[in-house]
């Protein structure tokens, strides 16, 4: 489902960048080991904050599996092949990018830098990725469409239970300019989330989060005052609309009949519901388990990957996240098979520590990282990945 893109990426200028700053005395405002920005994030942002986007559902054994089932794997490289010049970029889905990966829907992002979701659209049109915008966001999707410019953008929809919102929402990103959607089908209601429960802390119920749903015509038809106006009515309104729905796989063709580009079911993690998702005319699925925020104790997505790839690969597209924090992750679920690759958490921590140019550091680390360790890996492309590239951990 996936097809070359023409350029290549120097990927690895950031680092030649980087080194060459070190003349002049500078060296990078945040680290370039990704990993350290969560510790960073911490010392920073308010505890509630810091749970919110940290914490998982309950004893965090998800969050756990997801590391484990990426650290179960390991590149085996391979020398004296011509790989000096390399080729990340891919077609997915009709968007062109500059490297297999994208920045997955996380929302409220206000709560940790007031610019939120408007420098990390910046940021990812800056390195030519598309941001998958949240239903959840703390501004609207027109404003976050503005600040993206010509970037590619995403839409990920949080289903709402009435059908007049959910088409009211749909054409607005339709007419904003976002091309392909993804649907997020495992957060129907939250999870159980003690770091979050322990602090009383649910942003939503204080309004913020909710920038789209409040600005959306349909959704404010059927209040009697508007948001700005009686704030706790709009949320009493919010919260049922995105909670306990009834949408089953029957109402599917709701979406395919009123979006005309593709669609993607985020958080599937059996081979049977991927199949499922096709046989429903969908375009892809995202193999995730909302980086371990939803069931405690679920297998960890990247060993979710290749049964899902084998089912239906070559009839969907199938992109991958949960627990994703290096270029080597990248390169591991790109050889089991994913056609893209959503990170998260990572560039959450970017814009807490540095607005804008946390995420766009973030962002160029990963993509450097991916490309120095396709290069020494043996591999000239991203095509070129097989699970040949890898081995289980003994
Ligand atoms: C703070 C936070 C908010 C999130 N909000 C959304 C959201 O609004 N919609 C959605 O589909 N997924 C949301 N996610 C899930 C991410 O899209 C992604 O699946 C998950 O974070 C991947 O796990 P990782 O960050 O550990 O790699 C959120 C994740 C975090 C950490």
Known sequence: MSTPAP??????????????????????????????????AREKLDSGPYGYVAG??????????????????RIVPRMLREATRRRLGRTVLGTELPAPVLLAPVGVQSIVHPDGELA??????????????STASSYTLEEVAQASGAGPRWF??????????TLSLLGRAKAAGYTTLVVTLDTWTLGYRPLDLDQSYLPFLR?????????????????????????MAAVGRWLPLFTGTALRWDRLPLLRENWDGPIVLKGVQHPEDASRAVEAGMDGVVVSNHGGRQVDGAVGSLDALPGIVAAVAGRAAVLFDSGVRTGPDVFKALA???????????????LALGGEDGVRHVLRCLLTELDITLGLAGYAAVDELTPDALVRRP
């Open 120 to 133: 990390v659209a910046r940021a990812a049109a800056g390195v030519g990725l598309p941001m998958v915008l």
């Open 336 to 350: 089991l098979g994913a056609d893209a690759v959503l990170v998260a958490r990572p560039y959450v921590y970017g």
């Open 207 to 231: 309004g913020v989060g909710t920038a789209i749903a409040f600005s959306d015509p349909a959704f404010r038809a059927k209040l009697a005052a508007a948001p700005e106006d009686d704030l």
């Open 56 to 73: 998982g559902a309950g004893t965090g054994a998800t969050m756990r599996a997801n590391r484990e089932a990426l650290d179960a794997w």
């Open 156 to 165: 990920q929809l949080y289903w709402p239970s009435e059908d007049d919102v």
């Open 7 to 40: 350029d290549v990426v120097p990927a690895t200028a950031y680092q030649s960048e980087i080194y060459l700053a070190g003349l002049s005395g500078n060296t990078p405002a945040l680290p370039t080991d990704l990993t350290r920005l969560e510790a960073l």
